[in-house]
């Protein structure tokens, strides 16, 4: 069975553009979430994702946005970049969205703001 | 409120010793999961345990056990016999009640370990 994927990989971008990451989850998994890690904040979590409806966002201003298709494959958005967003972005799925499942991580996307 | 401390910040071991990270956990919640991640220097999260707060049994699985102890709120990880592909960055997790379905896992700062030849 295949892992969540994320594409692309790595990323470099400058200040004030947007960019859009995305996430395939692993087969039958509906639920998305998306985690930003930093060397100074650690990992925090973004948002998630269940049935193309977001439950619930992260502290993040609202220039971070998101969403999941059908498919449950989701994307995430960050618009008027800047330095700070520099990080490593990971999407994690789990199969029902439910408290004891566990949330498998893909490889995560590196932006690196100039 | 919900808090994961992982007080070590880098372990450096030599191969073959044993090696305990420890995670200690608050939450007002009495339903609640804890999860062990490893991420290894190419960034993926590999999922290791999961317990849920009603099953304090400690667990062995190889060269890797936890030991789960509700009353000092701590869920510790030990590996065995450490190799040099054990050298990566564990993070300590949390998820509770309170998340309702948030599905939002709080997570400690990490130890990194490091196994040297």
């Known amino acids: 069975k295949a892992g969540v994927t994320q594409t692309p990989r790595y990323l470099i971008k400058t200040r004030g553009q947007q960019v859009t990451l995305s996430c395939s989850p692993i087969s039958g998994h509906r639920s998305v979430s998306w985690y930003q890690q930093t060397p100074g904040q650690g990992l925090q979590f973004l948002f998630e994702?269940?049935?193309?409806?977001?439950?619930n966002k992260g502290n993040f201003p609202g220039r971070f946005s998101g969403r999941q298709f059908s498919n449950s494959r989701s994307e995430m958005n960050v618009s008027t970049l800047e330095l700070g967003d520099s990080a490593l972005y990971l999407c994690a799925s789990s199969r029902s969205g439910g408290l004891e499942d566990t949330q498998y991580f893909g490889p995560g996307t590196r932006l690196t703001v100039l | 409120a919900q808090k994961v401390t992982q007080a070590q910040t880098e372990i450096s071991v030599v191969e073959k010793e044993d090696v305990t990270l420890d995670c200690v956990y608050e939450?007002?919640?009495?339903?609640?999961?804890l999860f062990w991640y490893k991420q290894p220097p190419s960034g993926e999260l590999v999922f290791l345990i999961r317990?849920?707060?009603?099953?304090?049994q400690n667990e062995i699985s190889g060269r890797y056990s936890w030991n789960f102890q509700k009353s000092t709120s701590s869920f510790n990880f030990t590996i065995t016999a450490s190799q040099v592909v054990d050298s990566a960055v564990y993070f300590c997790a949390l998820i509770s009640i309170s998340s309702g379905s948030a599905r939002q896992l709080t997570f400690g700062s990490g130890t990194q370990l490091t196994v040297l030849p």
């Open positions: 939450t007002r919640d009495t339903t609640y999961y």
């Open positions: 994702y269940f049935s193309e409806t977001q439950r």
């Open positions: 317990r849920n707060s009603f099953d304090e």
